[in-house]
């Protein structure tokens, strides 16, 4: 059985028992697979809605207007989008666009696209001047076998970094850390100086939660120059956790608990937990999504007036500046063999898509009508005051975008108001510079598809377990070993195999 069709199963189940199955078709011409569909003039897609109520079509008509093409869009709700999209997949009704939920309906998807249903795209992308504007690396991350079948939309490759406590730093004459040593001075310095002045031994340096990834340790172990998941060792791919770097990260953590400079009990410590040590004042240093920084900076002055945040990224490891890049899409647009006949009509909708990235229409459909949902001050957009206008009228198009800010020149830029959430946005810019991939993005192994998550739960736990002192180096090397024999070589092997047939226009040897 292949993932998709196991994944069909599951989702029939949770069909029978959902007591609703609503789509949004607005049928403005809803004649997809009639003889009288011009396929050089109109486009058919299904896209997903992620508002509650219906959008309105005034930018579907300014983007008509400006290119020419005539748009049936099946605008189909969030929640039931999987299922839309495997009864038209069921039925052979899919339309010429097929936008997929997320990054992981890819996955889901591997062996349909393997077996022909939807047009590869690679070849044809050096043609239009847009479209090739779009990342080779996040591209090579949506490949498949090495083949490109898709468009990508847009997120930020590394959001990670420090959000500290500057008010405390000044006051202990502490700079912004620029070395994992400058880290680990600051974390002493809040846990032991009394960084808030009040005479009291109240205050940890920092606030950490139940997460390896999104937590602090992914972020320090990149300092550290772990690989991102996996990396390569002597030509051979191997996980994160069997190199030095990881276990220095894992000491680094280890020192910070027994000295008393985390919250003691990090293993099992919510989100809400973590984020509520820092407002409180008793905790100075978060790291994680940079961007966190304005809801923690509302909230930490509603309770100190005076506090003051600030935000770094460049912390210099032993090799350098190193960060974890996620996978750079947040879904993929793809094109049906069964409703885009000829080379002709995919080139035409191509086109079309060369014409959405222009600066014009992508301030359109991201921004919406200038004067309407928003104006420009400084070169820079405001949006409108106006939420469920920009609700109705402009969110559901960004949905319909190929790339965004970093690929398509002369998009707008937001005006940020807020002084350090500007310098986050800079900051989660800069780490583009010094990006660690996981080169096992674009591969295959189907035993990790199928036990992985469970192999890896039990290194998530000896990762946690060494960091509590609980099992020592020999401790985690027995874990490995155990790790290897219940599947890992085998899934070693499987990634091997799927790299040396996999190196291609998108997989180049710059990646290792
Ligand atoms: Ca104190």
Known sequence: MTRLSSYVMLTLAILLVSAACITMARSSGADGGNASFDRRTRISMMANLHTTEIPSDRIEKEIEEKTGIQLDIQWVPDGSYDEKVFAALATGTLPQVLYLKNAASLSYFRDEIRSGLFWEIGPYLDGYPNLKRLKPEVLRNTAIDGKLYSLYQERALARSGIIYRKDWADRLGLPAPETLDDLYEMLKGFTYDDPDNNGIDDTIGLTDRNDLIYGAFKTISSYYGTPNHWGWHNDSLQPEFVFPQYMETMKFFKKLHSEGLVNEDFPITSKTDQQELFITGKAGVYIGA???????????????????????????????????????????????????????????????????????????????????????????????????????????????MAGSFSTIPGMLEPVNTNEVKAKAERLIYDNESFLINDPTAPLESPLYNEIGVRLNERMRDATYQFMLGMIDEKGFEAEIDRWLEEGGSQIIEEYQTSYRSTVGPYLHEEYR
């Open 290 to 400: 940079m961007g966190d920084v304005l809801s923690l900076q509302s909230r930490l002055l509603a309770n100190d007036p005076e506090a003051v945040l600030d935000v770094q990224n460049r912390v210099r490891g032993p090799e350098g500046y190193g960060i974890w890049a996620s996978q750079g899409y947040g879904t993929v647009i793809l094109f049906p063999k069964s409703a885009i006949a000829t080379e002709e009509e995919l080139k035409n909708v191509l086109s079309f898509y060369d014409s959405l990235m222009s600066p014009e229409l992508a301030n359109l459909m991201y921004w919406g009508i200038e004067g309407t949902h928003y104006t420009v001050q400084d070169g820079k957009a405001v949006a409108v005051d106006a939420f469920e206008l920009r609700e109705k009228d402009v969110k559901p198009y960004q949905a319909l």
